[in-house]
């Protein structure tokens, strides 16, 4: 039952690098999202995908982009690190039909010096 | 637009006593959906209880139950006999109908059991 995967769990980037966050649910789900935490508060929607081949921007996508080749996965891209891109991400799925809960991956731990 | 409010931003318990966590959310729509997530100090996101506001019925989930007022946009979560395990951060959450509607999270509650 592996649900929500993501890799890597824990990553340092020097400021100016790049990285890709992936992002992988085998439930077969239409729906993904990728959130970001910083310390101490609540979920900040990033991007977010309706199905393969569609994506959207959430609250807060600058400096990040995302592609859904396939409904499987939806990896994260972060071009030009920056400190402020310190945080935790996570990745989530729902399905189409019922109350829509999310199902989340265990997160990311990014840390930009 | 919805907004989903957490206004206590901590809470103590003793263990073995009852604790309730209060949310209000505001929507004009009149079927939707709530929820209330835990996040553990591991950071998982676990979904503690669900309510579909169309079922008048509060929701409950072991040592977990809603109280569900839809008129005031109201939906506590009651954590009652209260354990170590149950320190953590909750996060209430609304859904609107509608196939692309996304979740709105409000800022999150911690709450500490003490021993």
């Known amino acids: 039952n592996a649900g929500v995967t993501q890799t890597p769990k824990f990553r340092i980037l020097k400021i100016g690098q790049s990285m890709t966050l992936q992002c992988a649910q085998d439930?077969?789900?239409?729906?993904m999202y990728w959130y970001r935490q910083d310390p101490g508060m609540g979920l900040k929607l990033i991007y977010y995908?309706?199905?393969?081949?569609?994506?959207d921007k959430g609250e807060v996508p600058n400096g990040y982009n995302v592609s859904r080749s396939t409904t499987e996965d939806f990896p994260l891209r972060l071009e030009l690190a920056a400190p402020s891109q310190t945080s935790v991400y996570f990745c989530?799925?729902?399905?189409?039909?019922?109350?829509?809960?999310?199902?989340f991956g265990e997160g990311s731990r990014l840390t930009v010096l | 637009a919805q907004t989903v409010t957490q206004s206590q931003p901590e809470m103590s318990v003793q263990e073995a006593e009852t604790v309730t966590l209060s949310c209000t959310y505001d929507?004009?729509?009149?079927?939707?959906?709530l929820f209330w997530y835990k996040q553990p100090p591991s950071r998982q996101m676990i979904l503690v209880i669900r309510?579909?506001?169309?079922?008048?019925q509060n929701a409950t989930e072991n040592r977990f139950s809603v109280n569900f007022q839809k008129a005031a946009k109201s939906f506590s979560l009651k954590i009652s006999d209260s354990q170590l395990g149950d320190t953590a951060m909750y996060f209430c959450?609304?859904?609107?109908?509608?196939?692309?509607?996304?979740?709105?999270f409000g800022k999150g509650i911690t709450l500490s059991v003490r021993p």
């Open positions: 995908s309706v199905g393969a081949g569609i994506t």
């Open positions: 439930m077969n789900h239409n729906y």
């Open positions: 309510q579909e506001a169309y079922k008048q």
């Open positions: 989530a799925s729902r399905a189409t039909v019922g109350a829509g809960e999310l199902f």
């Open positions: 929507t004009s729509e009149s079927n939707y959906y």
């Open positions: 959450a609304f859904r609107a109908p509608g196939a692309n509607s996304k979740l709105t």
